[in-house]
């Protein structure tokens, strides 16, 4: 249940295969969210503010001048968002930076192995009290960078992800 209501809940950036390095000028996403979104915010108080837009032809709510950033809720209140180039951790990790770069940025990082005979990647889940990073990656670089609150983060992970 919990895997059918993330996936609906947002768009996930689409678009050609991740290059092998970043370009562009990264916005910072920490662990309280991004400049004025922050994590546990409703969805009202963001629709309110003008940073939510559900007029879109997308699978869910998108944010505002954040195309490559992809809001995730649960009972009303943002719990992650999924990030795409060109955003970055407060460490410079961005999608398509290199596995050896996020151990050596979050050396506590706890590897995550996605289940055998499936599509989906392996992880790292950096963890730092309720709030996480969650870099999928495909054993050489970061192919998407979940941020927000570990408990979701890592059942996300664990209970699986798709597209809409």
Partial sequence: MVAASIAGSGVRPQGPDVPARPVGDAEVVDLDGLRD???????AELTR?????????????????????S?????????????????????????GTPVSEVRASYPSAIPLRAPR????????????????????????????IIAGYADWARRLFDEGYGPC
């Fill in 117 to 144: 005979g499936t599509y989906r990647f392996d992880g790292l889940l950096a963890r730092s009290d309720d709030r996480a990073y969650l870099f999928l990656h495909d054993g050489t670089t970061v192919r998407k």
């Fill in 49 to 69: 503010r003008g940073v939510l837009r559900s007029d879109e032809d997308a699978c869910g709510p998108t944010l505002a001048g954040h195309g490559t950033v």
């Fill in 37 to 43: 979104i922050e994590f546990g915010a409703t969805e």
């Fill in 71 to 95: 809001p995730v809720f649960f009972d009303d209140r943002l719990v992650l968002l999924w990030l795409d180039d060109p955003m970055s951790t407060p460490e410079g990790i961005t999608v």
